[in-house]
């Protein structure tokens, strides 16, 4: 397994947030700046679009002020799921997957558009880390790993539709793994002519529109770990 690339928060929180009412603290932390945000992409392919989109929203995430850990499904040895392998004994990367699932509020998923659904991939990771492990002391749980979670929602294609077909049959799932996803989403249309020479977003507006998916899945895991920590402050 290769390591997961960890991004910490190194520049201040933009002025939107500054006044935002997530923005009060949770023991000693910044609600937003303590922010573990997950981001990846549905694709192990080289020159995939969703996973250029997924660095440009690392970038971006990372100036907000969150935390965050870009991972890289490829890095995992992860089967197919099958049940009789299952019995077997849960792959340790799967173990691994749910741990780091787990450790993060938030999500940013880049999907792909396959036969206008989201990847393999995808469904076969959160096939995998929502199986309960029999007998385990922690993952015994299927919905450990995934309840609760905010969960913003990216897409690229070099179609003009962005894969936003893909994102609608994503969302109903990440809805029966327990996750709040949050409304605003993003399809990156037309891809192929979306990335600078340096993988960045050439465009104004699809940057806008990646960090406000960014913004508010930030400030909806913010404000749910803030009820969940400090109930006495709840009105």
């Known amino acids: 397994m290769k390591s997961i ?9 933009p002025e939107r947030w ?36 997924a660095a440009e929203a690392v970038r971006l995430a990372t100036a907000a002020g969150a935390q965050v850990t870009h991972l890289d499904l490829g890095d995992f040895d992860v089967p197919m799921y099958n049940a009789d392998l299952e019995a077997r004994g849960t792959p340790i990367d799967v173990i691994k997957l749910k741990q780091i699932f787990f450790d993060h509020p938030a999500w940013i998923v880049c999907t792909p558009e396959y036969n206008a659904s989201y990847p393999a991939l995808v469904k076969n990771t959160f096939d995998w880390i929502s199986s309960p492990v029999k007998g385990h002391p922690v993952w015994s749980d299927g919905f450990r790993s995934t309840r609760g979670k905010v969960v913003g929602v990216l897409s690229a294609s070099p179609g003009a539709l962005g894969g936003l077909r893909s994102q609608s049959h994503l969302v109903p799932l990440l809805f029966n793994l327990m996750c709040w ?12 002519d979306a990335f600078d020479a340096n993988g960045a977003l050439a465009g104004e507006f699809a940057r806008r529109q990646v960090q406000a998916v960014i913004d508010q899945t930030l400030w909806a ?4 770990q803030l009820d969940a920590r400090a109930p006495e402050s709840i009105a």
Do not use: Y
Not at 221 to 224: G, V
């Open 181 to 192: 996803v949050v409304p605003v989403t993003f399809g990156l249309a037309r891809a192929a």
């Open 18 to 53: 500054r006044k935002h009412p997530a923005r009060t603290s949770l023991h000693g932390c910044d609600a937003i700046g303590a922010m573990k945000l997950l981001v990846f992409a549905g694709s192990t392919r080289a020159g995939s679009w969703n996973r250029k989109l």
């Open 5 to 13: 690339n960890f991004t910490g928060a190194t520049s201040a929180l």
């Open 221 to 224: 895991a913010s404000r749910l």
